[in-house]
T-cell receptor, first 114, second 108 residues
Framework: DGGITQSPKYLFRKEGQNVTLSCEQN?????MYWYRQDPGQGLRLIYY???????QKGDIAEGYSVSREKKESFPLTVTSAQKNPTAFYLC?????????????FGEGSWLTVV | EDQVTQSPEALRLQEGESSSLNCSYT??????LFWYRQDPGKGPEFLFT???AGEEKEKERLKATLTKKESFLHITAPKPEDSATYLC?????????FGTGTRLLVSP
């Protein structure tokens, strides 16, 4: 079945560590996104990419980094510069980024700082 | 700036008790309004996309409608399995903007 796969589902980070969340899609979508979800807040955009080898910062990009070397993959690295990384992270994709195309989501990854 | 406000924040219904969730929005150049269902600890599941005022879409017990200022998600004769958070989002000329959701609990 086509879809978006995020891994791991649960991840624990020690202070000062960088961690990488994986996102793979087999929907042949051009655009991919990373969102952060915190209780009581709407989804906030971290980074997005409309084509391979290109990506743009979203509203809360500080402390995060991404790469888009393949159309299917859009990994997110949470760096030690992100002061409050504990959250639910959602990867998403759509056919094209700058249109009314529907965005589809993965199952999410929980990141906890220990 | 594009904005989305969902109401109520939480809604408790008895099984079979129909109701509506509201999504009010302001956006420059609407390109799409989206409804999602989200279960605890899971990613949002796509329900509907609406593109223009007057448009309606249905799926099982759910029906979404759209005007120039708001969208409603009507739930007819809900069942306990309809319990979830329902998210609304709008896409204008810029990025997709999400509301904070309505938490729906349907009791048997």
């Amino acid at each position: 079945d086509g879809g978006i796969t995020q891994s791991p589902k649960y991840l624990f980070r020690k202070e000062g560590q960088n961690v990488t969340l994986s996102c793979e899609q087999n929907l042949n979508h051009d655009a991919m996104y990373w969102y952060r979800q915190d209780p009581g807040q709407g989804l906030r955009l971290i980074y997005y990419s409309q084509i391979v080898n290109d990506f743009q910062k979203g509203d809360i990009a500080e402390g995060y980094s991404v790469s888009r070397e393949k159309k299917e993959s859009f990994p997110l690295t949470v760096t030690s510069a992100q002061k409050n990384p504990t959250a639910f992270y959602l990867c998403a994709s759509s056919k094209q980024g700058n249109s009314g195309n529907t965005i589809y989501f993965g199952e999410g990854s929980w990141l906890t700082v220990v | 700036e594009d904005q989305v406000t969902q109401s109520p924040e939480a809604l408790r219904l008895q099984e079979g008790e129909s109701s509506s969730l509201n999504c009010s929005y302001t956006v420059s150049g609407l390109r799409g309004l989206f409804w999602y269902r989200q279960d605890p600890g899971k990613g949002p599941e796509f329900l509907f996309t609406l593109y223009s005022a007057g448009e309606e879409k249905e799926k099982e017990r759910l029906k979404a409608t759209l005007t120039k200022k708001e969208s409603f998600l009507h739930i007819t004769a809900p069942k306990p399995e309809d319990s979830a958070t329902y998210l609304c989002a709008v896409k204008g000329f810029q990025k997709l903007v999400f509301g904070t959701g309505t938490r729906l609990l349907v009791s048997p």
